[in-house]
């Protein structure tokens, strides 16, 4: 199904072999160092790789890579390498329509490879810190993150951050914080956020130990901008930073703009959706 396809395109099956376990057969531009220049009856078959996906405790990986994270989720996992391949050999391409059979059936291939669509539609999630929230009146873009992330970081004392869960479908974005210590839950409408992006001037979070109060770890930052509740010109910028190496910030940032361009070009884009 996949020797004529362009490279980049991929399958994900359930794997026969490992029980709980996906079949992820990926299409690439160049055979494998071991068979290249080899006398091969068939040389497009070589073209087709071969990668077992494992579950783990936390999620799932790609077996056999020392550099390829534990994603929470196989869409996830999808997704991250389709903006960067890690250990694989080439970027996945999300597919627009499922594989035909080129025999001539007219019996579509199934893939469990979701569409841009039904992944856009159901949306990814993560857990981020949740930093800090600043009116911006009329100001988006950049401008607004980089004069927000100013303010933060001028702040004394520094807020504490909270770990929330974030979620990004094409309904738009929803905070929810677990342990409700500054709200439980809140959705910001997809049609009412403009702009996402990383921190214009690349600074980072420390996060520091609570027993020596020494930096542990410097995280990326990131914020969206969506219009402020019962306002109609008003904005908020809201301000996180990565949790886990394993949802850095720029895979979160490029998801959040592909699901808010693909929504506001769907007819079908809800305009009702209302803050919890």
Not at 126 to 153: K, V
Not at 257 to 262: E, I, L, N, R, S
Request: overall charge positive.
């Amino acid at each position: 199904m996949l020797k004529d396809q362009s490279p980049g395109t991929f399958i994900v099956r359930d794997s026969n072999s490992f029980p709980g376990a996906f079949g992820l057969a990926l299409k690439v531009a160049t055979p494998p160092p071991h068979v290249a220049g080899k006398n091969i009856a068939d040389p497009s078959s070589e073209l087709v790789r071969h990668f077992l996906i494992e579950p783990t405790s936390k999620g799932v990986r790609i077996k056999g890579c020392s550099n390829e994270p534990v994603f929470g989720s196989l869409s996830a996992l999808i997704y991250q390498h389709s903006v960067t391949p890690l250990a694989l050999p080439i970027k996945l391409v999300l597919p627009e329509n499922d594989l035909m059979l080129k025999d001539g059936s007219s019996t579509a291939v199934q893939s469990l490879a979701s569409p841009t669509t039904q992944l856009l539609t159901q949306g990814a999630a993560c857990s981020l810190l949740y930093l800090f929230t600043m009116d911006t009146e009329s100001l988006t873009g950049p401008q607004a993150i980089q004069r927000t992330m100013t303010h933060l970081l001028d702040a004394k004392p520094l807020p504490v951050p909270t770990i929330v869960h974030f979620k990004v479908s094409s309904q738009g974005i929803t905070l929810t914080d677990n342990e409700r210590k500054l709200f439980f839950r809140r959705h910001y409408p997809v049609l009412t956020v403009s702009y996402c992006g990383l921190d214009p001037e690349d600074r980072r979070w420390n996060q520091r130990s609570e027993e020596t109060g020494l930096p542990i770890s410097s995280n990326r930052c990131f914020g969206f901008i969506a219009r402020k509740q019962a306002s109609k010109t008003d904005n908020q910028c809201h301000i996180f930073a990565e949790l886990e190496a394993e949802q850095p910030a720029t895979a979160i940032v490029n998801f959040v703009t592909k699901v808010m361009m693909t929504s506001s070009s769907s007819p079908s884009s809800s305009h009702s959706k209302n803050n919890v």
